[in-house]
């Protein structure tokens, strides 16, 4: 008998590695459509860089909230997996974990507002960058650079190339919706996990910033620039 349940036991284990395994593979997966949706950005930068009104950007930002729903569900799935997986303590407990997840995750899906789309972060990106991208063809064909958006102006002027974290130039750079600061995303959010672990908040890295709590969701990726600091490497790779 003690044997026995030393393999169920076993049996458990090996069973939830799996699980979690798979959840790896999923999580995998979002940061093909993090990239997916960043492509869909930049092709609808160019959509209003070229013509002011353009049905396609209508439907780009369509994708960009459909690709924000999927992102969502796989956050909520892999929340509902972990936090089931969790409990489980006896073997028998193992037949009803997928008649558990599957409500738990039912749950969190329908509570999904099209508000908590809109407020994704990649999807407040996509409209700022068509927003900022209007606006700066709105602005070179009146000639009148003066009038510039705010946030074109700190693009153009006040935002270095070079992250504060790691003093190299930014690959994919993001704006701190609090402080209008810019880093580069894997940089920041490594600190941010840092702080986190020594149970301490995150600030601002520059210097000067009275910005004492950096998180994650302040944080928005900044196509403009991205596209900005990618154009000046093609034109010092032509030089």
């Not at 999927?70 to 409990?87: G, M």
């Not at 749950?107 to 068509?130: G, N, P, Y």
Request: charged fraction near 25%; proline fraction near 3%.
């Amino acid at each position: 008998e003690k044997g026995l349940l030393n393999w169920l036991k076993l049996l458990i284990v090996m069973s939830l590695s799996a699980v979690h395994g798979t959840l790896t593979s999923l999580k995998s997966c979002q940061a093909d459509i993090g990239t997916g949706m960043d492509i869909v950005t930049d092709v609808a930068m160019d959509l209003a860089e070229a013509q002011e009104v353009n049905p396609g950007i209508k439907e780009m930002e369509a994708m960009i909230l459909e690709c924000a729903r999927l992102d969502r569900e796989i956050n909520y799935f892999v929340d509902v997996v972990q936090q089931v997986t969790a409990e489980v303590r006896q073997p028998e407990a193992m037949f009803s974990l997928s008649a558990k997840v599957k409500e738990q995750f039912t749950e969190r899906t329908a509570r999904l507002s099209d508000a908590d789309l809109h407020s994704h972060q990649k999807v407040v990106a996509f409209k700022d960058s068509i927003k900022n991208s209007l606006n700066q063809v709105s602005q070179e064909s009146a000639e009148n650079l003066e009038e510039l958006d705010e946030d074109i102006a700190v693009t153009l002027s006040q935002v270095n190339f070079t992250c504060p974290l790691t003093q190299v130039e930014m690959v994919n750079p993001v704006k701190n919706k609090k402080c209008n600061h810019h880093y580069d995303e894997g940089a920041i959010l490594g600190l941010i996990k840092t702080r986190q672990s020594q149970k301490k908040k995150c600030r601002c890295p520059v210097v000067g910033c009275g910005n004492a709590d950096v998180r994650e969701s302040d944080l928005i990726p900044d196509q403009m620039l991205r596209r900005k600091i990618q154009s000046q490497k093609r034109n010092n790779n032509r030089t």
